[in-house]
Every structure is written in C-alpha cells, then in structure tokens.
Antibody, heavy 117, light 107 residues
Framework: QVKLQQSGAELVKPGASVKLSCKTS????????MSWFKQIPGQSIEWIGM????????GYNQKFKGKATLTVDTSSSTAYMDLSSLTTEDSAVYFC??????????WGQGTLVTVSS | DIQMTQSPASLSASLEEIVTITCQAS??????LSWYQQKPGKSPQLLIY???SLADGVPSRFSGSRSGTQYSLKISRLQVEDIGIYYC?????????FGAGTKLELK
C-alpha cells in the first residue's frame, strides 16, 4: 500500500534552515509528482509547490519562492523540502502529498516545525 | 490566484441530518475540485475528486456536485465520525488554493 512517512518534529532557531523529508513506498516514485503544504494550527492549508520525481522539475507558489526548495532522491524514494531563513511565521505543520491527476489521495502524517529562540 | 470562497465557516448539525457545504471559485476551474476532511492532529483525507467522484473507501453518504463555478459537498445522513473540518481545493491552476474550511460539529 502507498505510504508517505515524514520526518519528526523540529525546533529551530530564527534565521536557521531545516530540511524535512517524506519517505515513500508502495508506488513508483520516479514517475510521480509530490506536493508540499503548510498549515498553521487553526488555519487553512497553503500549497507550497510541487516536484516531479522523474526529472526534478519544480513549480512553486510565488509566496514560497526563496523560502522553500524541493528536491528528491529517487534511489531512496524520498522527497525533501528545505526551508531557509526561518522566522516565527514559518512555524506550522508541513505535509507532503502525492498528486494523482488533480487531487491528493495520499498524504504524509505531517511534520511540526517550531521556530523559537 | 484563484480564490475559493467556502461557506459556512462553521456548522452545527444533528445526527442523521443532511449537511451541505459550498465552495465558490473566483473563475472557471472545470471539474478540478476536490474535497477533504481533516480531524485534529491528522492529515487531510480525500473525500471527493473531480468535483463529483467518490474517493476509494469513502462512505456513499458523501457526494459532490457542481453548478458552474459553485461546488457543493453533501453529507446525506450525518454520523458521529463525520465531525471535523472540511476543505475544498482547486488544482486547476497553480498556485493551488484551498477554501478557508468548514468546521462541522454535532448539535
């Protein structure tokens, strides 16, 4: 079965960077699209961007350009998201989700990132 | 960016009641609308895709419809396990955008 396992919670200082992971199994990762989302607790969900594992091609929400960088490692079927120059406004739960056509049937469990000094 | 206006923001309903949630798209998005249920501390779960198709394993009391740029999610007979927050998502054009969410509670 399809599984997306995200890395554990992070506590990071302002100005630092963090790299989140999303390890997949149960499907052909190398021909799939992975999206990342941000959800501040109590708020709606924002789409950060998407990466095609086949060639590493990416598309970003303009709001997150310069903030998030998406990469993949096809040898381990893992997607990554780097978040840079973190501020308290980046404190949120981040989800990875596999895109199927124009919807998202499979999601990771989420990674809580807390930015605090 | 395409705006998704979701209503109501919150809804209190009784067991077995019919519940309807709507999303209005700011422009044509075709059938590229999906609905998700999210419970506290969990990731969103796909309910409806392509505006009207039921996702695998989702009870048949859930249904989706479309009228122009207005999309609706209907729960025909509310059950306890349906309590949560519901979101619509347009994935017609980037950036993909969600509605603000509808918090569904039991009366």
């Amino acid at each position: 079965q399809v599984k997306l396992q995200q890395s554990g919670a992070e506590l990071v200082k302002p100005g630092a960077s963090v790299k989140l992971s999303c390890k997949t199994s149960g499907y052909t990762f190398s021909t799939s699209y992975m999206s990342w989302f941000k959800q501040i607790p109590g708020q709606s969900i924002e789409w950060i961007g998407m990466i095609y594992a086949g060639d590493g091609g990416t598309g970003y929400n303009q709001k997150f350009k310069g903030k998030a960088t998406l990469t993949v490692d096809t040898s381990s079927s893992t997607a990554y998201m780097d978040l840079s120059s973190l501020t308290t406004e980046d404190s949120a739960v981040y989800f990875c989700a596999r895109r199927s056509h124009h919807w998202f049937a499979y999601w990771g469990q989420g990674t809580l990132v807390t930015v605090s000094s | 960016d395409i705006q998704m206006t979701q209503s109501p923001a919150s809804l209190s309903a009784s067991l077995e009641e019919i519940v309807t949630i709507t999303c209005q798209a700011s422009q044509d998005i075709g059938n590229w609308l999906s609905w998700y249920q999210q419970k506290p501390g969990k990731s969103p779960q796909l309910l409806i895709y392509g505006a009207t198709s039921l996702a695998d394993g989702v009870p048949s009391r859930f249904s989706g419809s479309r009228s122009g740029t207005q999309y609706s999610l209907k729960i025909s007979r509310l059950q306890v396990e349906d309590i949560g927050i519901y979101y619509c998502l347009q994935a017609y054009s980037a950036p993909y955008t969600f509605g603000a969410g509808t918090k569904l509670e039991l009366k």
